[in-house]
């Protein structure tokens, strides 16, 4: 446990696409691997179950809702290992189509999590990056589906290169008072609150590639976005076609490449593909 040894994180790791994730970094990577959860009855769990099949990750409690829960992490991370090499933010969650929960409500929940949760924890974690460090956030095909059924002007804004992570929190913001107002289709906004969440994590990513790279240029450290597929999970159900070990082939791949690896960096991928943003 020393600072020298490597470590890799993953929230959200209890169950699903996560747990999947935790498992195969402890079986191909070379240091630590923890795994988070908000829940600690259930993350101790996974850890129980992973220890039962011969595996041996630690565990830390991580709400990523909760900015305190967030720095008490960051704080452990920096004492035992002086740094992170692996950070995979999986952590999200999804409204079920039938829910009848009121959809600004939908929007402002779902956003907070899966968009503002997310970023908190890069704003934490990221300078704990260490040279050749690897980011894997966990956004969704949706977020390109999402994408399209934009207006022009916001597709325009969302795939600029420019864009700054202080317009894209705007932009996030304003579908949430949208969607309160009632205007979010007139606004140019789908019918689509984990889209729209997820083309916020898509974006958020490139902004902090296209950051890494003005700034730690030599550090290597490389930053992508994914889609896991559509995988059976408690989130999307049981007609899924993947199984959550193919769900996690994709993140593992980026959270795994090789130090010498010039990219993928600031993309989105999909099948450990490239795809158009």
């Known amino acids: 446990m020393s600072a020298a040894s490597r470590v890799a994180l993953v929230t959200g790791a209890n169950k699903g696409i996560g747990f999947a994730i935790a498992r195969e970094l402890c079986r191909q990577f070379s240091g630590d691997v923890v795994l988070t959860a908000r829940d600690e009855a259930r993350g101790r769990a996974a850890v129980q179950q992973l220890q039962a099949e011969g595996l041996s990750p630690r565990f830390h409690l991580l709400d990523i809702d909760d900015l305190q829960s967030i720095r008490a992490l960051r704080d452990f991370l920096r004492k035992e290992y002086g740094g992170l090499d692996v950070l995979v933010n999986n952590a999200g ?29 890069c704003t934490e974690l990221l300078p704990l990056m ?21 207006s022009p002007e916001l597709q325009q804004k969302f795939r600029s290169e420019a864009i700054t992570e202080e317009e894209l929190v705007g932009l996030m913001n304003k579908f949430v008072e949208d969607t309160k107002k009632g205007v979010h289709r007139n606004e140019g906004w789908p019918d689509n609150a984990y889209g729209v969440t997820k083309i916020g994590v898509t974006v958020l990513s490139r902004i902090h590639a296209r950051k890494l790279s003005e700034q730690r240029r030599d550090d290597k450290i490389l930053l992508n976005a994914c889609c896991p597929g559509w995988v059976r999970t408690d989130m999307a159900g049981p007609r899924a076609p ?3 070990e193919e769900g996690a082939e994709t993140p593992v791949y980026l959270a795994l490449l090789p130090s010498d690896a010039e990219g993928p960096h600031g993309e989105f991928l999909m099948e450990k593909k490239v795809e158009q943003w």
């Not at 690897?134 to 999402?146: C, E, H, I």
């Open 242 to 244: 993947k199984s959550p």
């Open 130 to 150: 260490k040279p050749q460090g690897r980011v894997v956030n966990v956004s969704s095909v949706v977020s390109v589906r999402a994408l399209k059924s934009c």
């Open 93 to 121: 969650i999804a409204f079920k189509t039938n829910d009848p929960t009121p959809f600004h409500i939908q929007a402002e929940v779902t956003m907070k999590t899966n968009f503002f949760g997310t970023r908190d924890v």
